[in-house]
């Protein structure tokens, strides 16, 4: 279990939605919230792994300055647009700037908060097709899809977090569970008649989600807030007592403002 002390320098906690690589813009956004004194966990889709590792190393070098003069730390998770082995491996460890393993805890003013990454992409046949044209064309293949993008559900993380006293007050994710908006697919409808295969699995997906918040509450964890990105809207509903929040693209929220900590 991967359990992170968010350092005393930081006098508060956000959330950020979505930023698909825009890490520039993000930078801009802390700048005219003033956000300052800060933990910034991006709920992913940060857009890494598109690029080769220098890339990121570049990325760093532009908006560092940023972070260092507003002292914000950078905690990134995994999105369905992000390469999965830059956050199981830990491949971006800079000083102010960090990439999550799945199921990692974050300790902030003695309130525990765990980070689940990973969902499905409904443009995922597109993206294959375009990959394996490259391929066929004997192009350089630029990795636009990843097969293990979805959460998973993994027991013995969550085993080893209550072995170990841990009560989560908040889970951080990149979807959600089934009971949460959006619960409708009208919008997505051109997606699914394109890939017969995406409403099953995305109905596994969410099941998967509902399967973590039941364990969770079973397990006597408070869980009062649910952070979650992925749907590129904002929505904020409380449901069996847990407030459920969605942040849009690069939305900021900084924790007092989701009433996160109570």
Not at 118 to 124: E, H, M
Not at 195 to 203: A, K, N, R
């Amino acid at each position: 279990m991967n359990i992170f002390n968010i350092p005393e320098q930081y006098a508060s906690f956000c959330v950020c939605g979505d930023i698909h690589g825009e890490f520039k813009t993000l930078a801009y956004n802390l700048k005219q919230q003033k956000i300052e004194n800060a933990v910034i966990v991006v709920a992913g889709d940060c857009g890494i792994g598109f690029e080769k590792a220098v890339h990121y190393s570049l990325i760093y070098e532009k908006i560092s300055k940023t972070l260092k003069e507003r002292n914000i730390f950078l905690l990134l998770m995994r999105g369905n647009h992000d390469d999965p082995d830059y956050f199981s491996n830990g491949k971006i460890d800079f000083p102010l700037m960090k990439t999550l393993p799945d199921y990692s805890v974050l300790r902030f003013s003695d309130k525990y908060f765990l980070c689940i990454g990973g969902a499905i992409s409904i443009d995922r046949k597109y993206r294959q097709e375009k990959m394996w044209l490259d391929k066929s064309k004997g192009r350089t293949i630029r990795p636009l899809y990843w097969e293990n993008e979805t959460a998973i559900f993994n027991g013995d993380a969550l085993d080893e977090i209550s072995k170990n006293g841990i009560k989560i007050d908040c889970v951080i994710s990149h979807t959600c569970p089934s009971f949460c908006f959006p619960v409708s697919k009208s919008s997505i409808e051109c997606w699914l008649s394109e890939d017969p295969e995406l409403d099953s699995d995305l109905i596994l997906e969410r099941a998967t989600m509902d399967k973590i918040y039941t364990r969770l509450v079973d397990d006597g964890h408070p869980l009062k807030n649910w952070v979650y990105a992925h749907f590129h809207g904002s929505n904020t509903e409380s449901i069996n007592g847990t407030n459920f929040s969605m942040l849009n693209i690069v939305e900021i929220k900084e924790i007092r403002t989701l009433n996160l900590i109570i």
